[in-house]
């Protein structure tokens, strides 16, 4: 979970760069979908082992 946890704050730190640097714009949208598909990730990955304890 903690890897998880890191990739997350990573893809924040990539956003927020990608929309202080406006001509980096595209780096913003990469972070925001690779934000959304960890936090997925994560989520799907934290309810399958719920379920198997």
Known sequence: ???IVA???I???VV???FVV???FWLAI???VL???TGAYGAIKRRA???LR
């Open 22 to 24: 406006k001509s980096l």
């Open 1 to 3: 979970m903690g890897l």
């Open 35 to 37: 934000f959304l598909a």
């Open 11 to 13: 893809w924040l730190v």
């Open 16 to 18: 927020v760069i990608g």
């Open 49 to 51: 082992s719920g379920q």
């Open 30 to 32: 990469v972070g925001i």
């Open 7 to 9: 990739l997350l704050v």
